[in-house]
């Protein structure tokens, strides 16, 4: 496992914690803390957790939550809004149209494949109508995708869209004043670029959105 998680774990253990503790203080109850070291337990028994969750109204319409999947010990994580249909129906984050573009960014751009990586969202149960979630259902799914980060320790964070980045950089600036700005969440550089939804719907944006990720690598590759 890379050292931030290693450190964060193992510090946890010394301190006599034997729980992860929550990002917020209004978080869902707490998963049993796995043994020091060992991520990939951790981000299981939270994802145990968000399947379970029925913190907000999410859960009355979802066919399955969507916890988030990908390398436990990742360089970079995505974030993303919540899932669609497809996630919906599959358990997965990014496996629809948005999903095969993402995976062409890791793969023909990054050159990785997309299991080097972590992926998961801002809520991980679906909004009605694929409507972008309330602040009250983000802010009562936060502490789940705190967890994943602070459980992941990676080298950078990439949001995709407006909902990923205003929650993790507590702003409410418009994508085009975020783009290329340093950005961090506790200490972790965050590169904020557009959603692959809408650049599906924008291809004029895949040019300035290739400009991010090349400098969400420069920054991976620097950290
Ligand atoms: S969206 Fe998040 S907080 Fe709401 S029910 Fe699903 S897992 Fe729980």
């Not at 999903?99 to 997309?114: F, H, P, S, V, Y």
Request: glycine share 6%; net charge positive; charged share 25%.
């Amino acid at each position: 496992m890379n050292q931030p998680a290693r450190r964060y774990l193992s510090s946890l253990a010394a301190a006599g914690v034997r729980r992860i503790p929550r990002g917020h203080s209004k978080g869902p109850a707490e998963a049993p803390a796995p043994e020091p070291g060992d991520a990939e337990a951790a981000l299981t028994a939270l994802a145990a957790e968000v399947r379970e969750c029925t913190r907000c109204s999410l859960c009355k319409t979802r066919t399955q939550a969507v916890p988030g999947e990908g390398n436990p010990h990742p360089d970079i994580v995505f974030v993303g809004e919540g899932p669609g249909a497809d996630e919906d129906r599959t358990g997965r984050p990014f496996v629809g149209r948005a999903g095969a573009l993402l995976d062409d960014i890791i793969t023909k751009g990054m050159k990785k494949q997309r299991a080097d990586v972590y992926i998961a969202n801002v809520v991980k149960c679906r909004p009605p109508e694929n409507r972008a979630p309330t602040s009250e259902e983000s802010e009562a799914c936060r502490p789940f995708l705190e967890r994943q980060l602070e459980i992941l320790a990676p080298k950078a964070i990439c949001v995709l869209g407006n909902t990923a980045a205003h929650l993790l950089l507590d702003n409410d600036l418009p994508m085009s004043r975020m783009r290329g700005q340093p950005f961090a969440w506790r200490q972790i550089p965050v590169v904020p670029t557009y959603h692959p939804a809408y650049l599906l719907r924008s291809p004029e944006a895949k040019r300035p959105a290739w400009e991010d990720i090349q400098r969400l690598m420069k920054v991976a590759s620097s950290s």
